[in-house]
């Protein structure tokens, strides 16, 4: 067996002697995911976390060559799916990630949340975000080489082995190989904090190194790197997204694919590691993965500061004609407090009973305050027509 097809050619797949940088860059994402899933009430954060969701897959959409545009998705969240096949899919993939996304969030919020890079978990992210695909969405290749993919089943077959650009991934044959030592080394419980943080990025560069699936690779790449976050506890009850940083870059949007490309190098010499792969270049990888995740914890930060969030609430209530100013301080307390009940809304606003009741009934039909029950306590929403006041840059347009 040559050694492309021993399962150790993703050695070094983690940096056993972090660099000083590298360590310095874990604390500071370790310290600041900390400070942002305590800047607010755990309602509001949950309902934040909805909107992040939509970020998240409105980004990782895009670094597959297909922009989304969230007011699409938000359309296609309320059942209102194009007619055209080609649309309707990507309409499709975007509720599929969003679907899997939550039930992921879900589960670290109930502390059941399994090993992100494990086999299983791995295969059932490939397998839930096909789930409702059409036969259309599962077709890969064209003419007499086109095929079906399985959701959830590894590549397998000769017409499945794949070249990635410059990159041959393993053979098919090989892949549960792979994905065996990936599980046994990216198995985040025996590591450190600091350990687990600095896996993540190497896991998300080894994991397409090894292209396991025939389609979707990036995907699910992406969904895992964010249920390893949620599990290393720097997610922040979901309230930054990896994917927003990967696609737009520090600096440019072509880095991603450039650093992704970089970390492929062969080893380079006797002081480059031990490994098949340079040591030297995922370190570098790795660096940029986590200036990146710093820099979309920061962002979002600055975006959902109380204070700043107070004033943008004010503005989006001047600058609706349905609303009356009054809006602002349920809007304000339900912020701060995270629900509040209908009943109080005439002590909030300082309002008579029925004008506060008038007042709350207007900010619920421009849907920014909502309730799980007709009667029930309301909370503060997002929707996605107000994002260009409340969060600025959040996308390239809205």
């Known amino acids: 067996m040559s050694d492309v097809e021993t399962p150790f050619r993703i050695e070094p797949a983690r940096l056993e002697e ?88 879900a589960m670290a919020a109930a502390g059941t949340l399994s090993e992100p890079a494990s086999q299983d978990f791995i295969l059932w992210l490939h397998r839930e975000f096909y789930r409702d695909a059409p036969a259309e969405m599962l077709r890969v290749g064209e003419g007499s080489k086109a095929f079906l993919i399985t959701p959830g089943v590894w590549r397998s077959g000769e017409e499945q082995d794949v070249a990635v650009g410059r990159h041959i991934p393993p053979s098919s044959d090989r892949v549960p190989d792979f994905m065996d030592v990936f599980a046994s080394r990216y198995r985040l419980a025996p590591l450190g904090k600091a350990g687990r943080i600095l896996a993540i990025p190497a896991a998300h560069h080894r994991f397409n190194y090894i292209h396991p699936f025939a389609d979707g690779n990036g995907r699910v790449s992406r969904l895992m790197s964010h249920a390893m976050g949620l599990q290393t506890e720097i997610g922040a009850h979901g309230l930054w997204s990896v994917s927003r940083g990967l696609a737009r870059g520090l600096e440019s949007r072509t880095e991603y694919k450039l650093m992704m490309d970089h970390a492929d190098t062969p080893r380079q010499g006797d002081l480059d590691g031990r490994g098949n792969l340079s040591q030297r270049a995922l370190g570098e990888f790795v660096i940029w993965f986590l200036k990146v995740s710093l820099d979309q914890i920061s962002f979002m930060a600055g975006l959902f500061e109380i204070e700043t969030l107070a004033r943008r609430l004010h503005t989006l209530v001047e600058r609706n004609e349905s609303l009356k100013p009054e809006a602002t301080k349920l809007l304000e307390e339900a912020l701060i407090r995270g629900e509040f009940e209908r009943g109080d809304a005439a002590r909030i606003t300082g309002l008579p009973e029925r004008t506060a009741r008038r007042v709350l009934n207007d900010a619920v039909a421009a849907g920014l305050l909502a309730s799980e029950t007709p009667k029930g306590p309301v909370s503060l929403r997002f929707p996605q027509a107000t994002l260009d006041v409340l969060f600025p840059r959040l996308y390239p347009q809205v």
């Open 18 to 105: 972090p660099s000083e940088a590298m360590a310095d860059l874990a604390a500071e994402i370790a310290s600041a995911s900390t400070a942002l899933g305590r800047a607010l009430h755990p309602k509001t954060a949950a309902n934040l976390a909805s909107l992040v969701r939509v970020m998240n897959c409105y980004y990782s959409n895009l670094i597959e060559g297909h922009n989304t545009h969230p007011r699409d998705i938000e359309r296609v969240l309320k059942g209102e799916l194009d007619e055209a096949p080609e649309r309707r899919n990507l309409q499709l993939e975007a509720v599929a990630h969003i679907r899997v996304q939550a039930e992921i969030d």
